[in-house]
């Protein structure tokens, strides 16, 4: 029997695995919208691209939270790994609009699986046999590392683009390169790190969460709709997004 984690070494779990869940993104930041342009899609074509990864995440990020619940977050995380990976190799080869939006759906897909899995395996774990432990700071310390992972992988990312030291080829491509080996790196710490006990319903208990979605859908917006401060912070992430 599997010896369960301390909070202690739950968090440095969680720092190590946001650090490289991050970095990544940082390093692909601007280039996402650069390789597209600099294969000639037009500004128009290149919102179609990301509006893509927008709308899959909109339509799949309850029903894959009920999954994370239902059969783990450990596979979910490393399904949201094989797909990170995949995005980035179908990006880095896409010459038409139709190759850009298949990348960005699976990206979609990707970011709708990984959303909050890992937060939640952290409380769970710290939380086991240890029900006093504290972990919003934890959880605040992560939220930095985030930020701060997302700033140096965007510097890193400029300094390869600037140093670029193959002559053939774009100077573009190198940065999503080493992003994409990020993702694999944290794919296989999650395989690694991310320990948890076996959930009983697979598949059928999956598909039941998946078709309670529009319900809780439907319950959230009779929550906004009483609820002043949960509908100013909703709108306040509406505006955020519309700036983005």
């Known amino acids: 029997m599997t010896r369960p984690l301390t909070p202690a070494a739950a968090r440095r779990r969680l720092l190590v695995l946001t650090f490289t869940r991050w970095l990544p993104v ?3 930041f601007g280039l996402t919208t650069l390789i597209p342009l600099q294969r000639g899609l037009s500004l128009s074509q290149l919102a179609v691209i990301l ?13 894959t939270a009920g999954l994370a619940d239902t059969i783990g977050r450990r596979p979910v995380l490393v399904l949201a790994g094989i797909l990170a990976v995949a995005s ?11 190759a850009f939006v298949l990348a960005l759906v699976l990206q979609g897909m990707f970011r709708a699986l990984d959303s909050g899995p890992l937060e939640a395996w952290y409380v769970d774990t710290a939380l086991a046999g240890h ?4 972990v919003e700071r934890p959880l605040s310390q992560a939220a930095t590392v985030l930020g701060l992972s997302i700033a140096g992988g965007a510097l890193v990312s400029g300094g390869l683009v600037a140093w670029h030291p193959f002559g053939s080829g ?9 992003a994409i080996g990020l993702y694999v790196v944290n794919a296989l710490l999650v395989g690694l790190l991310v320990c948890e006990p076996t959930r009983s ?5 999956a598909l039941t969460s998946a078709r309670e979605a529009p319900q809780v859908v439907a319950a959230g ?24």
């Open 131 to 134: 029900p006093g432990t504290t």
């Open 88 to 98: 980035g190799v179908v990006f880095l080869s896409a010459h038409t609009l139709g």
């Open 221 to 244: 917006i009779r929550l906004l709709r009483a609820g002043t401060v949960l509908r100013s912070l909703v709108l306040v992430e509406v505006f955020w997004s519309v700036a983005m």
């Open 26 to 28: 940082g390093l692909t």
């Open 51 to 63: 509006s893509a990864q927008g709308f899959v995440v909109l339509a799949l990020e309850l029903p």
């Open 170 to 178: 774009s100077a573009l491509l190198l940065p999503y390169a080493l």
């Open 201 to 205: 319903g697979g598949a059928r208990a």
